[in-house]
């Protein structure tokens, strides 16, 4: 299973870092997903990474705007912005790619900026 | 703009049959499986519908889907009110080198 870090609140400017932590399967033998939802929209793809060699890759959207990292030792990946705007207010979701389909899911990190 | 389409909103009465169309191009559904989603709201979605047509262990036969060419359906008959949630589909885009998502269908049981 995928279990996230909890909600966050923030001002617009400050710097933030969710977590996405991986149990019951080999962690680095799977891409993770993370998956961007805004309020009342579509699932949208923000970027993943392959712990097993640390491959990491952006959807053109989303790059430059976040960092995707893991941490191997405790089976967990990362979703970090430097500065946020209340435009990333949304509910971030981490889910694993296995077997060409997206499953289990996280259940989810709501982020809130206000600014 | 999510890369493959869906109806924003379906609706039907308990015991009908809805269907529920995601629309895409050659780079995605035209060459991968499509995923379906079940979401109620503020949950995470689960996995409804996987390889087109294939259901999860303790997924009803109720629901099902379908993929043709570069558009997929998820089906459910025998409609019942706890299946009012939002849908969404998904595949892998070879040009994106990512996945896709469908911008999710809110299903209304009247």
């Known amino acids: 299973q995928l279990v996230q870090s909890g909600a966050e609140f923030k001002k617009a400017g400050e710097s933030l870092k969710i977590s996405c932590e991986g149990s019951?399967?080999?962690?680095?033998?799977?891409?993770i997903i993370w998956v961007r939802q805004m309020p009342g929209k579509g699932l949208e793809w923000v970027g993943m990474i392959y712990p097993g060699d640390s491959d990491i890759r952006y959807s053109p959207s989303f790059q430059g705007q976040v960092t995707i990292s893991a941490d191997n030792s405790i089976s967990t990946a990362y979703l970090q912005w430097s500065s946020l705007k209340a435009s990333d207010t949304a509910m971030y979701s981490c889910?694993?790619?296995?077997?060409?389909?997206?499953?289990?899911w996280g259940q989810g990190t709501l982020v809130t900026v206000s600014s | 703009q999510s890369v493959l389409t869906q109806p924003p909103s379906a609706s039907g009465t308990p015991g009908q049959r809805v269907t529920i169309s995601c629309s895409g191009s050659?780079?995605?559904?035209?060459?991968?499986?499509v995923h379906w989603y079940q979401q109620f709201p503020g949950t995470a979605p689960k996995l409804l519908i996987s390889g087109n047509n294939q259901r999860p262990s303790g997924v009803p036969d109720r629901f099902s889907g379908s993929k043709s060419g570069t558009s997929a359906s998820l089906a459910i008959s025998g409609l019942q009110s706890e299946d009012e949630a939002d849908y969404h589909c998904a595949t892998w885009d070879d040009s994106l080198k990512g996945p896709v998502f469908g911008g999710g269908t809110k299903l209304t049981v009247l």
């Open positions: 019951g399967y080999s962690f680095t033998s799977y891409w």
């Open positions: 050659s780079s995605n559904i035209g060459r991968n499986t």
């Open positions: 889910v694993r790619l296995s077997s060409g389909r997206f499953d289990p």
